[in-house]
């Protein structure tokens, strides 16, 4: 273990090596791809949440000049049931391919139906007016609580529940349903448990539909090549795993006929692991034989991608008078919205994290709604109970009359305790991320002023890790390129370098990291879930290993001697045995570099790996808020996040991942949600409507960052990207009940939702009721 | 059926001659007419503040001025931020500060930081919040983008 190595790059701030590239606009983003004859894409979208499609004319819309095709489903290969893939993420070609256009019905407001490419994207867009599409209206479904009654209205007629461990199902049962899966989580015995409790809090639990917000839409250009192969120009997360391979699976061509080439990202949190465009551009770009791009607007951007479940949660939690929480127990339903695949696995396996309850029980049900295909969000599943949970443990601080960050350090989970989902957790900074946030200058601190509150609340997230394969070159110049297939989407190059640099001692500006194409470089995991920083330096630290012992031997082999007489300085440069004039023989990793060839060739290092980096992280937030009781607004006063990191190695990203991931929980605690009329049309997909935090409407938000080494990586990392979006709906809403005497169980807070509880509390008619 | 149409403009410095739709926002014709993809697009309907320029001197979202109406107009777009090949202090704090994380905010947010010091060389925090209030990061929660800002006129 080389944690307590004391590093010499690792935890500086040098300026990313893309940096000059993204402050002087020459940084090419997908959207920004030109190619000759290149065509512009639109589509044509569903004005109705749930409808059959009948028909669909396209005769008005090729006659215009200008419009070189008009695809639907139908110029898909076989949009059949055939199942692709095996196991929990398998599906049928119908509901991959029906995601990005429609198949039979519309599955929600701004389904594609068709799309049109033409010479310029104004003549695209005069073109799918022209499309005419005849609909059959059906009834729309768009709550969990509606569309788990036994009489709503049915997305799919042929799903069926999938139960945990495939439980039989009575044969009479057997009709269709939107609940697409149940999955139950248990530990110990919570329905005996409730006898040993001396006090029980219920509580029932709302949070909106929220879309992921990244300020770039989502974009793809497609060109065939002479000999039948496709090269993709995408704004994704993963060119190999949300790209190539399932394009070949819905083309169905051999993933090696498509060259996935990454752009610079702007933005996905989770929302960029879909397929979206670059089927669409495929197939346009083959009708036509020219280059397609389809670039999404804003308004698209929200109606039909993202989002993340709206949730439904009832919970339950018990303890005894000395504050040892014995029994938890939740029943959460997730909006997957059209098709299954909600983040509440997710959230149930996150379930009361922070906290070692002897007694678990989780029910998550996966259902379908006609609202867009819920995509992950940082963290995915996660914030929802989280605010339930930490809620129900104000609640019981209240009832037993404790300090609420006490109750929680008495229960906090600790390295050796066992979760639900069978994890025993490892060396981590559960306990102390607690204990510092209650030390905290902010926890302190004295709370004046009318209507404030302080609230607080803790997150767990399991960081994941993946493949990667990563190549570095010694350039003859004493440079070192690294080449990677894990796309950088905040600031990624800055640690890889760094950790090429921290290994051989070379300057940092000397390394060069590129993301390369599908064709250049081994399978490499999307960058999501907290593993990517972490997988990739602790794969690049043994590439970099690797290059310095090549090199040494290389050293060796000059100077004709074993191995064992070459010493590596921390300059990089090497000393080796005496020379003629008793000094011992040294070179510079410059001049070292420049004798490769002629001496044995290039030196490379290379590493494909499934490593596990990954490891559990933990995160508490405190927030200071003022409501304004005559308007609802909640003004954000002071905001702090404790973490713990393992180890920041580039401080200023760390620190970065903590304040954007804090504000997107502070736009879903306060302002964010999909507003649907009840016809299933969606009245707030522009972002004036769709409200996101402003830069006027936050703080500086502070960061505690403590770093217990993460024992499952050589320099101690933890992932960082999804802690901080987990406490804030918990925090805020802590926060706004101290605040105001009334808790918030539906989130956001907006100030029609809160407005209607001050008015409550104080005996007078709410917003509906008066209006 | 759309016109083409002729429009003279100085873009970056420099007197360009170009053609556009007579649809074009400045926004496309900017990025598609004449290739200057660093100013992006966040939303098109004036939220976002991605495409954020200078138009004789006045801050504007590109996406929302028609190209037709930049006859004779100077523009800046974040291409014409750098002095003589180097970076403008804003640029090297945001560099330093770490203000950005994907990047496709900040040729947005370095235009608009740049007009706010050139029409309030010493602005408060809060004065660059109502500043900023106008362009979205979803990636940075704000405070080293502000922090950036601060130092920049810091140094200035
Ligand atoms: S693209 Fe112009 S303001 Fe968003
Ligand atoms: S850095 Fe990504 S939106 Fe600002």
Same mark, same amino acid.
């Given at each position: ?13 040098? @300026? ?110 005069? $073109? =799918? ?128 006929? @498509? ?7 702007? &933005? ?33 951007? @929200? ?15 018990? $303890? ?53 295909? +819920? ?75 009318? +209507? ?10 399991? $960081? ?7 190549? *570095? ?20 190059? $800055? ?37 990517? *920083?972490? &997988? ?28 064992? +007489? ?40 290379? @590493? ?5 980096? &990954? ?79 402003? *830069? ?26 999804? =802690? ?9 809403? +802590? ?37 | ?16 001659? !170009? ?74 704090? !945001? ?13 947005? #947010? ?8 050139? #029409? ?9 919040? #109502? ?26």
């Amino acid at each position: 273990m080389t944690t307590t190595e004391k590093f010499r790059i690792i935890g500086t701030r040098p @300026i990313r090596p893309d940096g000059i590239d993204k402050v002087t606009g020459r940084a090419d983003y997908g959207a920004d791809v030109h190619l000759p004859r290149m065509l512009h894409a639109r589509l044509v979208r569903s004005p109705h949440a749930h409808a059959i499609i009948k028909s669909i004319d396209v005769s008005k819309a090729l006659a215009l000049p200008g419009v070189e095709a008009v695809v639907t489903a139908a110029d898909f290969p076989d949009v059949n049931d055939e199942r692709t893939g095996a196991g929990p993420g398998a599906t049928t070609r119908r509901f991959l391919i029906s995601n990005f256009i429609a198949t039979d019905k519309a599955l929600y407001y701004g389904h594609p139906v068709a799309a049109v490419a033409a010479t310029d994207p104004h003549i695209a867009e005069d $073109a =799918i007016a022209l499309i005419e599409v005849e609909y059959e209206v059906l009834d729309p479904v768009m709550t969990v609580e509606r569309a788990m009654q036994p009489d709503s209205p049915i997305l799919h007629p042929t799903m069926r529940t999938a139960e945990p461990m495939g439980a039989p199902k009575d044969a009479a049962e057997d009709k269709p349903t939107n609940i697409a899966s149940h999955l139950q989580l248990a530990m110990g015995d919570v329905a005996a448990a409730w006898a040993d409790c001396d006090i029980i809090v219920e509580d029932e639990f709302h949070t909106g539909t929220a879309h992921q917000g990244y300020i770039e839409p989502h974009t793809a250009t497609a060109l065939w090549n002479p000999d039948g192969s496709l090269v993709i120009y995408s704004s994704s997360q993963g060119i190999f795993q949300i790209v190539r391979d399932p394009l070949a699976t819905i083309l169905k061509i051999p993933s090696s006929r @498509i060259r996935a080439i990454p752009m610079e990202i702007g &933005g996905g949190f989770g929302g960029k692991n879909r397929l979206y465009c670059e089927p669409l551009a495929a197939i346009l770009a083959q009708k036509t034989g020219r280059p397609v791009k389809l670039t999404m607007t804003r308004e698209e951007v @929200i109606q039909a991608t993202g989002p993340t479940s709206g949730t439904y949660i009832r919970g339950k939690m018990g $303890a005894k008078n000395d504050g040892t929480i014995v029994a938890a127990q939740f029943w959460m339903a997730y909006e997957a919205g059209a098709w299954p695949g909600s983040g509440v696995g997710g959230g149930a396996n996150h379930a009361f994290g922070n906290y070692n309850i002897p007694n678990t029980l989780v029910d998550g049900y996966d259902v379908v709604v006609n609202r867009p295909r +819920n995509a992950a969000y940082r963290a995915p599943g996660v914030p929802a109970p989280t605010f339930a949970c930490e809620s129900l443990i104000d609640e019981l601080a209240e009832r037993l009359d404790r300090e609420p960050m006490d109750l929680r350090i008495q229960n906090a989970s600790k390295q050796g305790d066992r979760r639900a989902n069978g994890m025993v957790l490892p060396l981590s900074g559960n306990q102390e991320v607690m204990e510092s946030l209650k030390n905290s200058a902010h926890y302190r601190s004295e709370l004046t002023g009318s +209507n404030t509150g302080r609230g607080v609340a803790m997150g767990f997230w399991h $960081a994941g890790s993946g493949s990667h394969s990563i190549n *570095a070159v010694v350039n003859n110049d004493g440079t070192v390129s690294v080449n990677t297939g894990a796309v950088d989407i905040g600031g990624l190059r $800055a640690t890889e370098a760094m950790t090429v640099a921290e290994v051989l001692g070379i300057p940092y500006e000397s390394i060069k990291v590129r993301v390369m194409d599908t064709d250049a470089i081994g399978y490499s995991t999307l960058t999501a879930g907290s593993g990517t *920083a972490s &997988g990739t330096s602790a794969s690049i630290y043994k590439v970099a290993k690797q290059i310095k012992e090549r090199l040494i031997e290389r050293a060796a082999k000059i100077w004709e001697t074993d191995v064992a +007489n070459v010493t590596w300085e921390p300059d990089a440069s090497l000393t080796g045995p005496a020379s003629e004039d008793g000094k011992p023989k040294t070179m510079t990793f410059r001049q070292l570099a420049s004798q490769l060839q002629g001496t044995g060739g290039p030196v490379s290092g290379h @590493i494909d790996t499934g490593g596990a980096t &990954g490891g559990p992280t933990y995160a508490g937030h405190i927030v200071d808020v003022q409501v304004d009781t005559d308007t609802g607004k909640v003004t954000i006063l002071r905001y702090t996040c404790v973490t713990d990191v393992g180890k920041a190695m580039h401080p200023s990203y760390v620190e970065g991942q903590l304040q954007g991931g804090a504000a997107q929980g502070i736009g879903m605690a306060l302002t964010e949600e999909y507003f649907y009329d009840d016809k299933g049309v969606l009245r707030n997909a522009s972002l004036l409507d769709y409200r996101m935090p402003t *830069a006027l409407d936050l703080p500086m938000i502070d960061t505690i960052v403590l770093e217990i080494p993460n024992p499952g990586h050589p320099m101690g990392v933890r992932g960082v990207g999804e =802690i901080p979006i987990v406490p804030p709906m918990g925090a805020i809403s +802590n926060a706004i009940a101290d605040a105001i005497g009334v808790r918030p169980r539906s989130l956001p807070a907006t100030p029609r939702v809160l407005l209607d509880q001050i008015l409550d509390r104080d005996g007078e008619k709410g917003v509906d009721a008066a209006s | 059926m759309s016109q083409r149409i002729i429009v003279n403009s100085n873009i970056n410095g420099e007197n360009i001659e !170009f053609m556009a739709d007579e649809r074009d926002s400045l926004l496309e014709a900017l990025r598609d007419r004449i290739g200057l993809t660093g100013v992006k697009e966040g939303c098109n309907n004036g939220n976002c503040g991605a495409c954020a320029v200078i138009m004789d001197g006045r801050l504007v979202n590109s996406c929302c001025v028609m190209a037709a109406e930049c006859q004779d107009a100077s523009i800046t777009t974040v291409e014409g931020l750098e002095k003589d090949g180097q970076l403008t202090t804003l640029q090297q704090t !945001f560099l330093e500060d770490a203000a950005l994380q994907c990047g496709i905010c900040t040729p947005g #947010f370095l235009v608009a930081a740049t007009a706010l010091l050139e #029409f309030n060389p010493h602005p408060t925090e809060h004065e660059i919040r #109502f500043w900023l209030a106008g362009n979205l990061c979803r990636c940075t929660g704000y405070d080293k983008i502000i922090r950036a800002v601060q130092h920049a006129a810091e140094r200035a």
